[in-house]
């Protein structure tokens, strides 16, 4: 059973255009979600985090939409750049949970220049 | 920022012996560290809960006699692969979490294994 999921196994996107990366859930038990984005052979980098009070966290090119009713979350990245490729992993935890990190399968962003 | 490392990067075992991974957080206190194994293509799927003094958490699936988790300070925690196989080989990556800052955990470079 899939908890976190993202339906998009890749991303296509024109240099300077924005992309949008999508991710839902299941429990409602979640209430901190994250973004990280991996190359390959390499851990996770943390990019932004959203709490469940809020709908919107935004980190310079980086923004990231909460929608609880909907069990839904996005990232935007806005401009794209070659640099931003990479596999974005959506991640959700719970702290009765004790925090411990749910992934997405991942979607793979390519940026074309 | 804070960072985690992971020793060795990559090791090539013959099968049937034992492989030890080591993850420390390199300018923090991290009293919980998670362990991670992710296959090519897939995501990543948490297989313990490493507490630092106290036993390891496993989640559900996870042989906890072939994974063994070992936290004996604030900053390392070890994954010892115990007599390893073919279908061991895989990517395990850990992570740990700032306890005195809070924040989003860590993650450490990964370990590729390849069981011969």
């Known amino acids: 059973d899939q908890q976190v999921k993202q339906n998009s196994p890749s991303l296509s996107v024109q240099e300077g255009r924005i992309s949008i990366l999508n991710c839902d859930y299941t429990n409602s038990m979640f209430d901190y979600f994250l973004w990280y984005k991996k190359y390959p052979a390499e851990g996770p980098t943390f990019l932004i985090s959203i709490s469940s009070i809020k709908d919107k966290n935004e980190d310079g090119r980086f923004t990231v939409f909460l929608n609880k009713s909907a069990k839904h979350l996005s990232l935007h990245i806005v401009p794209s750049q070659p640099g931003d490729s990479a596999v974005y992993f959506c991640?959700?935890?719970?702290?009765?949970?004790?925090?411990?990190?749910?992934f997405g399968a991942g979607t793979i962003l390519r940026v074309k220049s | 920022g804070a960072v985690v490392s992971q020793h060795p990067s990559w090791v090539i075992c013959k099968s049937g012996t034992s492989v030890k991974i080591e993850c420390r957080s390199l300018d923090f206190q991290a009293t919980t560290m998670f362990w991670y194994r992710q296959f090519p293509k897939q995501s990543l799927m948490l297989m313990a809960t490493?507490?630092?003094?106290?036993?390891?958490?496993?989640e559900q699936g996870v042989e906890k006699d072939k994974f063994l988790i070992n936290h004996a300070s604030l900053t390392l925690s070890t994954l010892t692969v115990t007599s390893a196989h073919p279908e061991d080989s895989s990517f395990y990556i850990c992570?740990?979490?700032?306890?005195?800052?809070?924040?989003?955990?860590?993650f450490g470079p990964g370990t590729r294994l390849l069981v011969l």
């Open positions: 992570s740990a979490r700032d306890g005195a800052s809070g924040g989003a955990p860590y």
């Open positions: 991640a959700a935890s719970s702290k009765g949970d004790g925090n411990k990190l749910v």
């Open positions: 490493s507490n630092e003094g106290s036993k390891a958490t496993y």
